[in-house]
């Protein structure tokens, strides 16, 4: 693989990241000012965990993006 199509690659589990982050959310909100609040501390947790995935994506894709030589 080249490194354009690694940066590409790269875009696409970030979308999906992002997306996933968005419906933890979605869930986490509904259950917030509820009798199951508990819910909400873990889903916290695991947004900040996907947040720190796609951060590390950007940079990852920021480094191959540095790779790849201007012509191409």
């Known amino acids: 693989m080249s490194a354009q199509s ?3 690659e790269l875009s696409s ?3 999906q990241i992002e997306d996933l982050t968005r ?3 979605l869930i986490s909100d509904a259950y917030r000012n ?3 609040s508990a819910v909400t501390g873990e889903l916290d947790q ?3 965990s996907l ?3 796609r951060r590390a994506l950007e940079r990852a894709s920021t480094t191959l ?3 790849i030589p201007e012509h191409e």
């Open 6 to 8: 690694d940066v590409a």
């Open 13 to 15: 589990l970030r979308a």
């Open 23 to 25: 419906r933890v959310v």
């Open 34 to 36: 509820t009798d199951h």
């Open 46 to 48: 695991a947004e900040r």
């Open 51 to 53: 947040t720190n995935a």
């Open 65 to 67: 993006t540095e790779l």
